[in-house]
């Protein structure tokens, strides 16, 4: 590989820190860049956080510098690489914070990771790359990468099944992922610890993964009350069946998912489960674990290089959540512009505002957001 000044996403964790190191190893002049996007109080010390009530504590932004912070640029001073570090906190807020409680809000379960990579977490590297002049840029995401005859750039699902994220990123374009390395998708993550203590860089190899939602730590219906408080103001909700009976009272749509059963707060004789959602009536719709079952749904906002390597694609698969397997499927196109999956066999759970991720064997060729399903039953 030619070598190259490389742009990449340190977090101070164990797969940032390893990327830094093997491409330095390669040979390429390494450039880290840090986002501080979002203060959580596990990332202080205690000492930081002594005598803070509790509102500043849960506000997103601490004083002082996270540990995070700190390890990636004491990182970036062992390997000798230049290291940026950016404040995003307030745009951060305003962009991936806002969306995920507006989602919630609606009816809709949001998906931040899908939200952040493109919108703020990869537009910031790009911006970063280009004004350090690197030619390319690096994250620690367990995907791969090709480029196909017609040179277009597509992901691949990482080797190790367990930490494969492609599903989180199927909104990147192939002009950004044709500058993108990911040297970890290759590896397993037992690899790359081991990887890592081979080099004496034994506090990196044994740090703990992140979490999948970043900025909330335990339930998001606790974060939802303090930074939303008109959440709260939609409780008094009916719980209803399929039919339309009224089974009981809730606390408002946003504290619910679709395929949720524990913590609904009302007691039938039977198992419940959240069947849909509607946040203009501020109705929970309530069934059996076969009414969750859908032989087709609605997709729309498709991101994909080419349409067509979905629409007419005899080996297609989705998968409608992270850890999902992906299920063959076919796609097409409605007269309003979404799209109608129908998968080989029904699927449990499909929820409107997360992600329909669409591949071929290993390839990642597009996705789509889940929509409401009202009006399915003329499809079918």
């Excluded at 009816?107 to 977490?121: A, I």
Aim: overall charge positive; hydrophobic content about 40%.
């Amino acid at each position: 590989m030619q070598k190259s000044k490389v742009m990449v996403a340190m977090s101070g964790g164990t797969d940032s820190s390893a990327v830094c190191r093997m491409l330095q190893e390669q040979g390429h002049e390494v450039v880290g860049l840090t986002m501080r996007v979002f203060d959580l109080p596990r990332q202080f010390p205690a000492a930081t956080l002594a005598g803070l009530d509790e509102t500043v504590l849960q506000s997103g932004s601490l004083p002082g510098e996270p540990d995070f912070l700190l390890a990636a640029r004491r990182l970036a001073e062992r390997l000798q690489i230049r290291h940026i570090t950016v404040d995003v906190r307030e745009e951060f807020r305003r962009d991936v914070v806002t969306y995920f409680l507006q989602e919630y809000l609606a009816g809709r379960t949001p998906n931040p990771c899908v939200h952040c990579n493109r919108r703020f977490k990869f537009r910031l590297l790009e911006e970063w790359a280009n004004r350090e002049g690197c030619e390319l840029m690096a994250t620690g995401h367990y995907v791969r990468t090709e480029t196909d005859a017609a040179g277009r750039t597509f992901l691949l699902r990482g080797i190790d099944p367990t930490k494969d994220q492609s599903y989180f990123l199927w909104r990147l374009p192939s002009s950004l992922l044709s500058r993108c390395l990911f040297p970890l998708g290759g590896m397993k993550k037992t690899e790359v610890r081991a990887w890592l203590r081979e080099r004496d860089m034994t506090t990196e190899a044994s740090r703990k993964d992140s979490m999948e939602t970043c900025f909330v730590e335990g339930d998001y219906r606790d974060f939802l009350l303090h930074h939303c408080p008109e959440a709260a103001q939609r409780a008094g909700g009916q719980f209803v069946s399929r039919e339309g009976k009224k089974l009981g009272t809730h606390r408002g749509v946003p504290f619910f998912t679709v395929g949720q059963r524990k913590g609904l707060g009302i007691a039938l004789g039977k198992p419940a489960y959240v069947v849909r959602l509607n946040a203009e009536k501020n109705t929970v719709v309530l069934g059996d674990a076969d009414d969750l079952l859908a032989p087709a749904f609605f997709v729309k906002d498709s991101v994909c290089a080419d349409p067509s390597l979905i629409l007419s694609n005899p080996n297609l698969t989705v998968r409608i959540r992270y850890h999902s397997e992906p299920i063959a499927c076919s796609v097409e196109t409605l007269p309003d512009g979404r799209w109608l999956v129908r998968p080989k066999t029904a699927v449990s759970a499909v929820t409107p505002g997360q992600s329909a991720v669409f591949y071929e064997n290993e390839r990642l060729l597009g996705g789509a957001v889940i929509d409401d399903p009202r009006g399915i039953g003329l499809y079918l």
